[in-house]
């Protein structure tokens, strides 16, 4: 530790203490010198708070806002707060929505109306209040959300709004006071639903229940499941269908629009049913479909696109038989244990698709999408065999020689050796 003498900005002397290495000490020694004293600091800081008030007062009266009730600290304290909740309403952005528009102006003018320093002070924290537009807006993208995972219906949307709409404005402003942040509504509406939600089997293993979640979010839809045990017998299921053990739980995510997510989750709760669990699904609508078993299944047996090597990737579980020997007789294929998959060349398309239908393996989207791109280069390379001088002209010098490929795809595959 080391004594400095600093002459501070306003050009009072004093003495600080520096610690740590001592080429940085010059260094924090200029940055008090930079400052003022703490004397002038603490002055400023006061006479700050005090013109802070007088705009805010200044602003009070050309507004005509209400005086405020309380003590002089506790008027002073929300005074402000209530000034920059004006210049916060300057700046906002105007809802598109007529029924937001109301809102937002019932919740300005009711806030403006308040009297009690108290009242601001107590609701300085609440978004609702104090940030009508913003919360609007997020208000909005949680309806949407509710909307689109059915919680909230839209027969409900206009029967709210119309029950909005018959309100007086005192009514609609009390209501927005007491209101529920949309997490604690839904926390509530799982809670209020959860006997609908549940199925049981007839005689469960344990009252512990198997919980299907799911949470929608803009880039796709998480679903979690919670067991109540460890079972051997459950997790292959979660596990074919790719979901990770994460927190506690099994998850996985699906894109937005994924077609077949209602068809994901009843199929695992139609799995934990026939091991004898208590289980419960994210929506009420699903519970009919798992009681009917109604769904389509997952195929742990599939070719997928293998996007590393751009071959197609055929995988299956131990569960599903054995097909390494019939997979390793399409031509050009290889097990790879990575991929943990047996991994074909995409020109082989043909013999992969027959081998996927006699078998049972669904061809995913990326597959079929190799498919075309193989189907596309065989057509190219089938014009490349008739016109061959044509090509052998365009082709830039140094190239790689042509391959053969263009007379290859014209042999039937059953014919080929490799
Ligand atoms: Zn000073």
């Known amino acids: 530790m080391a004594k400095y003498d600093i002459i501070y900005s306003c050009g009072h002397e004093g003495r600080v203490d520096i610690i740590g290495p001592t080429k940085d000490r010059q260094r924090k020694a200029d940055w008090y010198a930079s400052g003022l004293c703490p004397e002038c600091y603490e002055a400023k800081k006061l006479a700050d708070r005090a013109a802070e008030l007088e705009k805010a007062k200044a602003n009070a009266v050309e507004m005509e806002l209400p005086e405020l009730t309380g003590t002089e600290k506790q008027v002073a304290w929300a005074m402000k707060i209530r000034d920059a909740f004006v210049s916060s309403i300057a ?60 919680i909230f219906k839209e027969e409900e949307m206009d029967k709210l709004i119309s029950a909005v709409t018959a309100m007086t404005d005192a009514e609609l402003y009390g209501a927005v006071l007491g209101q529920k942040p949309a997490d604690v509504a839904e926390r509530e509406y799982m809670a209020d639903t959860e006997a609908e939600r549940t199925i049981r089997p007839e005689s469960p293993k344990t009252e512990a229940i198997l919980e299907i979640s799911e949470t929608v979010a803009p880039d796709g839809t998480t679903v979690r499941v919670v ?53 419960s699904v994210p929506r009420p609508e ?115 020689p042509e391959k053969l490929a263009p007379v290859e795809a014209d042999i039937a595959p059953e014919l080929r050796d490799s």
């Open 227 to 279: 067991t109540p045990e460890r079972d051997e017998n459950f997790n292959p299921t979660v596990r074919h269908m790719g979901y990770k053990w994460v927190d506690g739980a099994w998850q996985q995510k699906y894109a937005v629009g994924f077609e077949l997510l209602d068809d994901r989750i009843i199929h695992i709760a139609v799995t934990a049913l026939s091991l004898d669990y208590v289980v």
């Open 91 to 150: 700046d906002r952005e105007e809802p598109e929505h007529d029924f937001a528009k109301r809102l937002l102006n019932v919740v300005i003018d009711g806030n403006l109306a308040q009297t009690t320093a108290k009242w601001w002070i107590d609701w300085r924290e609440n978004d609702h209040i104090m940030n009508p537009a913003r919360r609007l807006h997020e208000v909005g993208e949680d309806i949407a959300r509710l909307l689109k995972i059915n």
């Open 286 to 400: 699903l519970v009919e479909r798992v009681k009917n078993r109604d769904y389509k299944s997952f195929n742990t047996k599939v070719v997928k696109h293998h996007i590393k090597t751009n071959k197609f990737a055929i995988r299956w579980t131990r569960e599903d038989g054995d097909f390494y020997n019939s997979a390793k007789r399409i031509g050009k294929a290889v097990w790879d244990k990575d991929a943990g998959a047996v991994l074909v060349a995409p020109e082989m398309f043909a013999e992969v698709l027959d081998f996927a239908e006699r078998f049972g393996f669904e061809v995913s989207s990326g597959a079929l999408g190799l498919v075309e791109q193989a189907k596309a280069s065989k057509e190219a390379a089938l014009v490349v065999d008739v016109k061959p001088v044509k090509k052998a002209k365009a082709k830039p010098l140094g190239d790689k």
